[in-house]
């Protein structure tokens, strides 16, 4: 199943903010099997508890995946030293890849020309934004977002916003191989403590390296 969009979304209450340079946001996830058969179902049983948490701050920034009982990832991205790691823990073990920024950039989400969005006349608040629906079709699948009009993410940040959706998407769901999943902002905070060791890319004890292409 491909990666569904990632995101980084900011909130404080009842304020808007232009520019935002450094965040946090955990987002939940809800799996549900729209397929009735077997398969899709133990797939979709395995994917429940799932979340995704987004750090960011200059030139950083971090997202990490629990994917149910499946596994868990961490990518950590510095364009200070242009290195990228990934670490995954699953039941097959824990394993290390280091990579240069250069080359996730070139695997970045463009934007697609050919995207097809359709605007709906309907809204609900999500974390005290008022957040309006749009569906946005790319390379064949279709994508829900709930986003607003009054939340920026500072320039350097963008790379972690997917750049087919319109304004800033607190939720967003798909539907795919029979799932459906739907991720919804549910915790949010506007300032990093210890970014030093949120953005640490040194491979934690336990983990093999099973690539090493950063020069």
Known sequence: ??????????????????????????????????DTSLKTKQSAGLLHD?????YFADKL???DYKMGRLYNTVMILDE??????????????????IASTKGIEATQMKKDPKAKTVY???????????????????????????????????????????????????????????????FQASNIQYELVNKEQIFSTQIPAGYRVMQNTFN
């Not at 979304?9 to 903010?17: D, K, R």
């Not at 200070?80 to 890849?97: C, D, E, V, W």
């Not at 709906?120 to 986003?147: D, P, R």
Request: glycine content about 4%; aromatic content about 12%.
């Open 1 to 34: 199943m491909r990666n569904l969009i990632i995101i980084a979304v900011f909130f404080c209450s009842q304020i808007a903010f232009s520019q935002l340079t450094e965040g946090y946001i955990q987002f939940s996830i809800d799996v549900i099997a729209v």
């Open 50 to 54: 799932s979340k995704m948490e987004i």
């Open 61 to 63: 920034s971090r997202i």
């Open 80 to 97: 200070r030293t242009q290195k990228a790691i990934t670490l995954t823990n699953s039941s097959k073990g824990k394993f290390a890849s």
């Open 120 to 182: 709906f006349n309907e809204t609900k608040m999500i974390l005290g934004y008022k957040c309006k629906k749009a569906e946005v079709t790319s390379e064949g699948l279709t994508t829900t977002y709930w986003y607003t009009n009054d939340i920026n993410i500072d320039d350097k940040n963008k790379s972690i916003i997917n750049p087919n959706a319109p304004g800033f998407p607190l939720a967003f769901s798909r539907v795919e191989n029979g799932v459906r999943m739907y």
